[in-house]
């Protein structure tokens, strides 16, 4: 079964600093890989996704995050975090499993890591 | 405006009672799941049904139960069996053929009194 970890638990960072949030998760196979975002009183969205192809993939607000196959790594980061990115950030995995698609949409979810940005 | 409605937003449940979180939406997704959230532990599918009539358990289903008369409707009923209900509900959906892209409602918190 697949699984994830994300290393951090709560992340505490001035403005204008550098972000990397870590993500590691265990499956064999191809995947698909996410980082969802959840700003306080707001509903999850999606920050980024990586399916195929150029294994650095840019998603919305300046986030960017690195598919590294050899390490089973999904990273977050930003070059300059700004005090509205305070929020809770997951990163999921999705295997796309056989072709009648039951497994699609199947996300497992890590941990969850709370960014707080102090001004 | 399309979307997903959970309600309500808090929920109290006393021992022994079983209660019903509900998630409509409107835009037309065949596919729809229940997620629970605690703290530390991210989120974990409880059920989702990928078409109307028909549903499957997710990882933590013991304790849960669901339907899918509709397509608008994936209600999750909490029954007593489940001895830790706690925790944050996120109901979402996606359109079949699409990537995994999922929508988030905006939650039940639920707790026991």
Known sequence: AQSVSQHNHHVILSEAASLELGCNYSYGGTVNLFWYVQYPGQHLQLLLKYFSGDPLVKGIKGFEAEFIKSKFSFNLRKPSVQWSDTAEYFCAVNAPGNAGGTSYGKLTFGQGTILTVHP | ?113
């Open chain 2, 1 to 113: 405006d399309g979307g997903i409605t959970q309600s309500p937003k808090y929920l109290f449940r006393k021992e022994g009672q079983n209660v019903t979180l509900s998630c409509e939406q409107n835009l037309n997704h065949d596919a729809m799941y229940w997620y629970r959230q605690d703290p530390g532990q991210g989120l974990r599918l409880i059920y989702y049904s990928q078409i109307v009539n028909d549903f499957q358990k997710g990882d933590i289903a013991e304790g849960y139960s669901v339907s899918r008369e509709k397509k608008e409707s994936f209600p999750l009923t909490v029954t007593s069996a489940q001895k830790n209900p706690t925790a944050f509900y996120l109901c979402a959906s996606r359109s079949r053929g699409s990537s995994v892209k999922l929508f988030f409602g905006s939650g039940t918190q639920l707790s026991v009194l």
